[in-house]
C-alpha cells in the first residue's frame, strides 16, 4: 500500500508558477514510476508528466511540454511538478499517482495509487 498526499496548489495569475508536492507513505517509494494527472471541471483525467523509478527519465504530455519539470526525491519520498508559465487553461485538480508496473505509463488504468488531488487555478 502507498498513500500519496498532494501539496502546493493555489491561485496565481497567467504567466506565474507553482511547485506541487507529492509525499508518499512506505518505505517502497523507489519501486514506482510516478506520475501526475489533472482534471478540469466536465473533462476527463489526463496525463501530464511522468518520472522513472530512478528519476532518470521523465515524459511529459505535449500541452506541458517545456512548461513543467517533474522531479523526485527518493530519500524524501517526494515528487514534485515545478509548473512555469502558467495558462488559464492549466486550471484543474492535479493528481499524483503511482504506477507499479514497467516503464513510463500515460493511462489512467496503469497507476495503482492515487492522491486526493490539489486545486490549481490560474486568473488570466
Known amino acids: 500500500q502507498v498513500q500519496l498526499v498532494e501539496s502546493g496548489g493555489g491561485l496565481v495569475q497567467a504567466g506565474g508558477s507553482l511547485r506541487l508536492s507529492c509525499a508518499a507513505s512506505?518505505?517502497?517509494?523507489?519501486?514506482?514510476?510516478m506520475g501526475w494527472f489533472r482534471q478540469a471541471p466536465g473533462k476527463e483525467r489526463e496525463f501530464v508528466a511522468a518520472?522513472?523509478?530512478?528519476?532518470?527519465?521523465?515524459y511529459y504530455a505535449d500541452s506541458v511540454k517545456g512548461r513543467f519539470t517533474i522531479s523526485r526525491d527518493n530519500a524524501k519520498n517526494t515528487v514534485y511538478l515545478q509548473m512555469k508559465s502558467l495558462k488559464p487553461e492549466d486550471t484543474a485538480v492535479y493528481y499524483c499517482?503511482?504506477?507499479?508496473?514497467?516503464?513510463?505509463?500515460?493511462?489512467?488504468?496503469?497507476?495503482?495509487?492515487w492522491g486526493q488531488g490539489t486545486q490549481v487555478t490560474v486568473s488570466s
Open positions: 518520472i522513472t523509478k530512478s528519476g532518470a527519465g521523465t
Open positions: 512506505g518505505r517502497t517509494f523507489s519501486s514506482y514510476t
Open positions: 499517482a503511482a504506477d507499479g508496473g514497467v516503464g513510463l505509463r500515460t493511462t489512467t488504468s496503469a497507476y495503482d495509487y
